[in-house]
């Protein structure tokens, strides 16, 4: 999808972990529409003047200290909302008050990474009007390999949406989904990638007490998960087809699933995909 005439320059709210992966994503890729994104066109808020010094230094981009420094003259058209969900109505309400932020739906596009906070209470904080898209990354997008789910609100089009969709496209895989979806997004794919270290760690150190050096069994766990994802995704086979093609009638690899199963692996799974859907719906409550 092609960029928007409307959109150039890009603030970015938040230069945490998230905001960071965003940021070094774009300006590192040259696939359309993140092509357009240099150190030019992008401005970083952060509150910590030592988190500005190093996001400066590393990628060249201007930071300032809070939305409300922002000049007119440099009144974005991109606004990406990326601070914990605890702060995001305290950073909406220095954006209303802000001459740069205004517009109505002629104003910044807006999206937001906060988890569990709906576009309902986003567009109720923001100057009205404003359009407003959500999205939910996750980390691998600094490495072009992000999982992002988006979904549209009562003042973003379906090509606002698409565009935004598209943007996250160029780190990894994007798509859209309904807002009625995104707890779960957040429980699966956004909280996910603990949930693989976990793994990857749980393996590494009972390779270790079974006798092997603990970085073999890293570097073992590690390309292991790395392997069986690419398989499953280069060939298409479902997961289900490919655990029963590794498991021999009798053999080491069902001796262990018997065993994970008998503890109740998919159950510790599922239950801790319940509970971030429920930390994700306190959080919009709160």
Do not use: H
Request: proline share 6%; aromatic share 4%; net charge negative.
């Amino acid at each position: 999808m092609e960029v928007p005439e409307s959109i150039n320059r890009i603030l970015i709210v938040g230069g945490g972990k998230m905001g960071e992966a965003i940021l070094s994503g774009w300006l590192s890729v040259e696939v359309d529409p993140a092509d357009f994104i240099t150190p030019n066109n992008v401005i970083v808020v952060d509150p910590t003047i030592d988190r500005r010094e190093d996001l400066e230094g590393m990628y060249a981009v201007e930071c300032i200290g809070s939305v409300d420094e922002l000049q007119e003259d440099d009144k974005p058209d991109l606004v990406v909302l990326a601070v914990k969900p605890q702060v995001m109505m305290e950073v909406l309400e220095g954006i209303r008050k802000t001459p740069a932020f205004q517009g109505g739906p002629l104003g910044p596009l807006f999206v937001s990474i906060a988890a569990g906070l709906t576009t309902d209470r986003l567009i109720e904080g923001l100057p009205a009007g404003a359009p407003v898209v959500r999205v939910m990354p996750n980390m691998p997008l600094m490495v072009g390999a992000g999982a992002t789910a988006v979904c549209g609100s009562a003042t973003s089009t379906d090509e606002q949406v698409q565009f935004v969709c598209d943007l996250f496209e160029c780190l990894g895989r994007a798509v859209v989904v309904k807002e009625a979806d995104m707890d779960a997004v957040c429980a699966v794919s956004g909280s996910g990638p603990a949930y693989v270290c976990a793994m990857i760690e749980a393996l590494r150190d009972a390779g270790a007490e079974c006798g092997l050096d603990l970085q073999v069994a890293e570097d073992l766990a590690l390309q292991t998960v790395l392997g069986t994802a690419q398989m499953l995704e280069e060939t298409g086979t479902p997961p289900a087809t490919a655990r029963e093609s590794v498991c021999s009638p009798g053999g080491t690899t069902l001796a262990a699933l018997d065993a994970m199963n008998e503890r109740g692996f998919a159950d510790v799974i599922r239950a801790g995909v319940q509970a971030a859907v429920r930390r994700s719906k306190e959080l919009a409550e709160s």
